[in-house]
């Protein structure tokens, strides 16, 4: 009985019987050895729970990891024994497939082609293979076609809207530098260059390497504006990132999203994160080496040498009735704002387990079904936003007040009526940039053009 004294099994599998909530999360909380242990009969503290009905104590159990595949004497589940005795709201939740009714609330996948999302698209091929030659580099660097675009403390310069823009035309635009703006910059030390890649229109037509568009970032901790030389006089840097980071073309919002994350990593991990000794910026900004010889992070491949990517799970959850979704709002939120529960994925986690316990974390709802719908590069500082939709298998919410202000059950006339601005709408959406709002919309069946 792996260590544990039989008595205290057998305690644990009484109150287990008895329903008592409350003593079995102390027990647990005192030995997490305790929670699939089975009795003299077989059973385990989830058959018993099961078979009285005690809904509460299987959701503990649950949110707990307790194994659900575990069978007794006579080769029952917890879930056969629930269904057995007539308990269908518990065997729901036991059901480990979902087969049955709930997949159908979940929207299918948009798969003709990728929804456009703002920081997604790619008008630069990255060259990776160019970033390890650092001769074509340099000629890169000097030559007077080349694009440099400017951070100051990961600020972009930008010029201001054109004054008699379009109304759907973007409020600010990338400041494009020449190599001769740059030149004073580019020789000091303390400025980290990045090569972001070629425009890739011109590589469509297959012209010769000489004639390509490249493009580098720099970013600089002192404010660059005297060392520029022959900027546009109205040009500023982007205070952001919110929503300054919002506001360009989707083009521009690309070569944003790639410039100011490895930039962001470049600002964060100077030193070396195994030794703490001085690094040097290699591979077109893609990678920093440590200094100090005989470093272990020099031998073998390290991912601490290159720019990092924080996945995140972004979810809207749906409840099983298909007809509401849960949208939470932090306090930092404008007024009236909810939007998708979200959270950082743990080391050893899956994408599925991610959305679970986050959503379990922060409203108390049970999730059973996840389904990844699409992804969005968020530059702030380099996250990678991973959309889900998912179904509820409970519908109480209980906030983590620590991270959620407030969580609600919103039905699809309340979301739509956000989404059209209706004025008599009774909460507001994250604006269309965030991978929230596609979302949120997609659910709700509403086509590209509403
Ligand atoms: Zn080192
Ligand atoms: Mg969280």
Request: aromatic share 8%.
């Amino acid at each position: 009985m792996s260590g544990i004294e039989a008595e205290l099994v057998k305690e644990f599998l009484d109150c287990s019987s008895r329903g008592d909530v409350e003593r079995v999360c102390v027990m647990m909380s005192q030995s997490s050895e305790l929670m699939d242990q089975r009795g003299e009969t077989g059973w385990t503290a989830l058959m018993l729970a099961a078979r009285h009905g005690h809904y509460e104590l299987v959701q503990l159990l649950l949110s707990k990891g307790c194994d659900t595949t575990t069978t007794n004497r006579s080769g029952q589940t917890a879930r056969d024994v629930a269904l057995f005795w007539g308990h269908r709201h518990i065997a729901r939740l036991l059901s480990s497939s979902w087969d049955g009714d709930v997949h159908h609330v979940l929207p299918e996948r948009e798969t003709e082609r990728e929804p456009d999302i703002y920081f997604n698209r790619e008008i630069l091929d990255r060259m990776s293979e160019k970033r390890t030659d650092s001769e074509w580099l340099s000629a890169q660097r000097s030559s007077p076609r080349t694009v440099f675009i400017l951070f100051h403390n990961l600020n972009p310069l930008v010029s201001p809207r054109v004054e008699d823009a379009g109304e759907g035309e973007p409020n600010v635009r990338l400041c494009k530098l020449r190599a001769g703006c740059v030149e004073e910059l580019l020789r000091r030390s303390d400025t980290v260059v990045i090569f972001l890649g070629a425009e890739k229109q011109e590589r469509r037509v297959e012209t010769e390497g000489d004639e390509l568009v490249t493009w580098f970032a720099l970013n600089t901790q002192d404010d660059p504006t005297k060392l520029i030389q022959g900027k546009d006089p109205n040009a500023s840097f982007q205070k952001g990132p919110m929503p300054g980071l919002l506001l360009f073309s989707d083009n521009e919002a690309g070569v944003v999203a790639q410039a100011r994350s490895v930039l962001a990593w470049h600002s964060r991990y100077s030193f070396c994160p195994t030794c703490g000794s001085k690094t040097q910026v290699e591979e077109g900004g893609y990678k920093r080496t440590c200094l100090r010889a005989g470093c272990r992070s020099l031998q073998g491949i390290h991912n601490t040498c290159y720019p990092r990517v924080d996945p995140v799970v972004i979810m809207l959850v749906i409840h099983a009735d298909g007809n509401q979704c849960l949208l939470g709002r932090k306090k930092s939120f404008p007024s009236g704002m909810f939007s998708c529960l979200a959270g950082f994925i743990e080391a050893g986690e899956t994408v599925e387990a991610a959305v679970r316990r986050e959503v379990l974390e922060e409203s108390g709802v049970l999730v059973g079904p996840v389904q990844y719908q699409t992804c969005q590069a968020w530059p702030m500082p380099s996250c990678l936003m991973i959309g889900c939709h998912c179904v509820a298998m409970t519908s109480d919410i209980k906030v983590d007040q620590n991270e959620i202000e407030e969580a609600r059950w919103f039905t699809r006339e309340q979301v739509i009526g956000a989404l059209v601005k209706d004025k008599h709408a009774v909460f507001n959406l994250p604006p269309k940039q965030a991978i929230a709002h596609y979302l949120i919309k997609h659910w709700t069946g509403f086509n590209a053009s509403l």
